[in-house]
């Protein structure tokens, strides 16, 4: 499985997080089989060309928090006004209330996903910037 392979399975699996809820990297790396890869799945949304029709926003560390850094270049900010327009509470120092957004995916979801993670490819769910060239 090469590294394009797994930010594929990655942002299928963002793309599936509903308006209004989070996920953590955590638990993105546990649906699409990576357990253990939660840091993987953050550098996979590192990757991921922006703009997005991925909703990379909703992706938070399992502190509930948005992870800020002056290596994200800003984007932490836009993180953060991005969740706070679908109408997620975020403090200055970027801490959400998690519980209350959590997303629990359904069954249906997870399956889906780990078949793509089986075969090694996208669902095609999505469109990155990448595949307008």
């Known amino acids: 499985m090469g590294q394009a392979s797994f930010d594929l399975r990655v942002w299928d699996a963002v793309s599936l997080i509903p308006f209004g809820q989070l996920a953590t990297y955590g638990q993105i790396a546990e649906m699409i089989g990576a357990y253990g890869c939660a840091r993987q799945v953050g550098w996979a949304m590192r990757r991921l ?4 029709k991925v ?9 509930g ?8 270049e800003g984007s932490d900010w836009m993180q953060r006004q991005m ?31 780990m078949g793509t993670a089986q075969e090694g490819v996208s669902s095609g769910r999505f469109i990155s910037a990448q595949d307008n060239h």
Do not use: T
Not at 49 to 52: H, I, N, Q, T
Not at 66 to 72: A, C, F, K, Q, Y
């Open 55 to 63: 909703p990379w926003h909703r992706v938070v560390n399992a502190k």
């Open 83 to 113: 969740l706070i327009a679908e109408g997620i509470l975020v403090d200055a120092e970027g801490h959400l209330p998690l519980r209350r957004h959590l997303w629990r995916p359904q069954l249906s979801d997870e399956g889906l996903l």
């Open 49 to 52: 060309p922006l703009p997005s």
């Open 65 to 72: 928090m948005i992870s800020m850094s002056l290596s994200r």
